[in-house]
Antibody
Framework: QLQLQESGPGLVKPSQTLSLTCTVS??????????WSWIRQHPEKGLEWIGH???????SYNPSLKSRVSISIDTSKTHFSLELNSVTAADTAVYYC???????????WGQGTLVTVSS | DVVMTQSPLSLSVTLGQPASFSCRSS???????????LSWFQQRPGQSPRRLLY???NRDSGVPDRFSGSGSGTDFTLTISGVEAEDVGIYYC??????????FGQGTRLEIK
């Protein structure tokens, strides 16, 4: 059974870079059949797609974050990563990693990790 | 961006009664392969979202058959045939036909009356 687990610092200072890793188990990351995504949820708010990457393809990002975000995939180590630079308090959110088929884009989710931006 | 609009924003339903959730997209979600990539997710309190339905009407494995989906083009509906206590939470629709970005509706909160 596929499991996704986010990890990384829970507190990041303003203007610094938020870095998270999603470890994939119970399934192969080495497949062009899936997209590997990052999604965030601001406190008591809805869901915002950050971007995704396929095993061999070019990453795709939300235009609202594109200038600050980078998603990469490490197929040899079965994980993918998110970097969001120049963070502000508005980036405080629960960050989820997720997997989805080429069509539907998102199906399985990690448990999420809260990242707070504060000095 | 494709805007997803859900209604109502909040729903209060008696146990055993049906519940209906609406989701409208600002553009048709019909993709060139003939599929509409509209998914429904349930987020129970304190949990991560769980997908219930994909391609508008296909139930995910393990999802009770009281959940059903319908619709095409720009109008979609999630129906719970008889609400149970464990169904409390927020329900989101999401379109995957157009990216970037993939977009979500603002959610409908379901509570028990």
């Amino acid at each position: 059974q596929l499991q996704l687990q986010e990890s990384g610092p829970g507190l990041v200072k303003p203007s610094q870079t938020l870095s998270l890793t999603c470890t994939v188990s119970g399934g192969s990351i080495n497949s062009d059949n899936y997209y590997w995504s990052w999604i965030r949820q601001h406190p008591e708010k809805g869901l915002e797609w950050i971007g995704h990457i396929s095993y061999s393809g070019t990453p795709s990002y939300n235009p609202s974050l594109k200038s600050r975000v980078s998603i990469s995939i490490d197929t040899s180590k079965t994980h993918f990563s998110l970097e969001l630079n120049s963070v502000t308090a508005a980036d405080t959110a629960v960050y989820y990693c997720a997997r989805g088929s080429i069509g539907s884009k998102v199906d399985s989710w990690g448990q999420g990790t809260l990242v707070t931006v504060s000095s | 961006d494709v805007v997803m609009t859900q209604s109502p924003l909040s729903l209060s339903v008696t146990l055993g009664q049906p519940a209906s959730f609406s989701c409208r997209s600002s553009q048709s979600l019909l993709y060139s392969d003939g599929n509409s990539y509209l998914s429904w997710f349930q987020q129970r309190p304190g949990q991560s979202p769980r997908r219930l339905l994909y391609k508008a009407s296909n139930r995910d494995s393990g999802v009770p058959d009281r959940f059903s989906g319908s619709g095409s083009g720009t109008d979609f509906t999630l129906t719970i045939s008889g609400v149970e206590a464990e169904d409390v939470g927020i329900y989101y629709c999401m379109q995957g036909t157009y990216w970037a970005p993939v977009t979500f509706g603002q959610g409908t909160r379901l509570e028990i009356k």
